[in-house]
């Protein structure tokens, strides 16, 4: 694989917090900056994907309605009933 070199500017404690990432696994800083860009990269672009996906259906109207994805969602155990109560609730207060 082709590497380059750059810089970013890092607040004080997020770099005394990578060294001390680094030392406790043995790892180097690199390795620990390029594994979390990495995954920031493959996170980011995975919701733009699925986004535009979205956006493509919509424009096929190939819509699920809101209450089949909520279903789905504690079907698969991603969301508690609960859980779902209380964010509504919490959003309601923010509205």
């Not at 082709?2 to 404690?13: D, F, M, N």
């Not at 089949?68 to 155990?77: D, N, Q, R, S």
């Amino acid at each position: 694989m082709e590497t380059t070199i750059t810089s970013i500017r890092l607040p004080l404690e997020i770099k005394q917090r990578i060294e001390a990432l680094a030392e406790a696994t043995g790892r180097s800083k690199n390795y620990l900056l390029t594994e979390a860009v990495t995954r920031y990269v493959d996170h980011e672009a995975w919701q733009v994907a699925r986004i535009e996906e979205g956006l493509r259906s919509a424009d096929t109207e190939r819509l699920i309605p809101h209450e089949e994805v909520v279903a789905g969602l504690i079907e698969k155990g991603m969301i508690t009933p609960d859980g779902l109560e209380r964010a509504r609730e919490q959003l309601a207060d923010e509205w």
